[in-house]
C-alpha cells in the first residue's frame, strides 16, 4: 500500500531529463501518483539508461503516446482533467505546439497547477537558448564563487541549479500552489527558471557582497574555502578531512585537536591577512596522520572535522547505517526518501518503468474507459511495453 504525506495527489509528468524529472520522483517519493508521459520507443532502441539505473524515474508509472497524434493528445487533456498538477520541463512553447499549453489545459480543469522547468525562464533573451546545469549557473554568480583563485571554477557536479535551483523550487512551488487552489479552487502556471532559483539560494551571499565582508575573489571568504578552518585538507594516506570550525569555541576544539591549541603567537581567527599563512600551516599538520587518524581524534570534542568520503564510502558509514540513509530496491542500491515522517512514512514503492510499462492499466486506473485505451493502441497512438 502506498503511503506519505502527497498520498491522493495525482501529478501528470510530461517525460524528460534532469531536474523536472527529479522532482517528479521526490513527490512520488512522498506518495503522490506520477503518471510519466513517455514517447513511443522505436523499435529496437535502447534506453540510454537502463530502468533500474534511472533513480530520476522511480515511484512513477510510464505511458507512452504519440503526441504528433491527436488522439494522444485528448488523452493527455482527459488525464490533465483528473489531475491536480502537471510537470513539463520543454523549451518554452514546445508544450503549446503540442496543444497542451497551460490555457489549453486550464479550460479542461481550472484547478490545474501548471509547474513549467527551464534553466533560463519562460521569457527574455536567452528563454530560447540551449543550456546545462554550469551554464544556468555561470550566469548567477554562484559559478564564480567556486574553487580556488587563479583556475577556472569547477562545476559543483548538477546539484546547484538543475536539483537545487530547479528542481526543489519546482516541487515547493508546486505544492504551495496545490494548497492554494484547494482554498480558491483556481490553479495557476509557475514558471520554475534554475536562474530565479540559484540567485535566491545566494541570498546571503549578495548580502555579503554589498556589506563589504565578501570578496570577489575566489577562496578568499569564509565558506569558499579561503577560511582556514572552512576547507578541506589531504592527509598522509592521500585521502582528505573536511574542517567547517566557524564558532570560536569550535574553532578552538579543532586547534586543540591539532595540537596548537597553546600556541600563544596564532593569529586572530578572522584576520583574514594570517589566513594564507595559517592554510598552509594547516595543510602541513593534517599531512602528518591518516584520514582516519584525524576522524578518532576530533570525536567527542565537538572540532567540526570530518572524514571526506568516497561515493563508495559513504554507504557504509555507521550514521548513514544508522539511519538507513541508503536502502536496497529493486536489486540495487537507492538513497531513502527525504525527509522523514513521523505519521506518514515515504517509501520506494515502485522500480522505475520502461517507456510504457504501465500504458494500459495507469489509463484505466485514471478513468480511462477500456474501450478508449484499445482504440489508441489501435490507432498506434498508444505502446505498452
Known sequence: MVTGPLHGLRVVEM??????????????????????IDRIPRPGSEPD?????????????SVALDLKQPQAVATVLDLVAKADALIEGFRPTVMERLGLGPEVCAAVNARLVYARMTGWGQAGPMAQEAGHDINYLALTGALHCLGEDGRPPPPPLNLVADLGGGALYLVVGLLAAAMEARQSGRGQTIDVAMIDGVTHLMSAFQAFRQQGTWTARRADNIVDGGAPFYRSYATSDGRFVAVGAIEPHFYSNLLRVMGIGEDKDLPDQNDRSAWPEMRERFARIFATRTRDDWVAAAAGHDACLAAVLTIDEAPEHPQMKARDVYVAFDGVRHPSPAPRFSRTASQLHRPTPAPGSDSRQ???????????????EAAGALAQA
Open 15 to 36: 517525460g524528460g531529463i534532469g531536474p523536472a524529472p527529479f522532482a517528479g520522483a521526490l513527490l512520488g517519493d512522498l506518495g503522490a501518483d506520477v503518471l510519466r
Open 49 to 61: 539508461l537502463p530502468p533500474r539505473f534511472d533513480f530520476y524515474n522511480r515511484n512513477k508509472r
Open 362 to 376: 495507469s489509463l484505466v486506473d485514471w478513468g480511462i474507459l477500456p474501450d478508449q485505451v484499445d482504440a489508441l
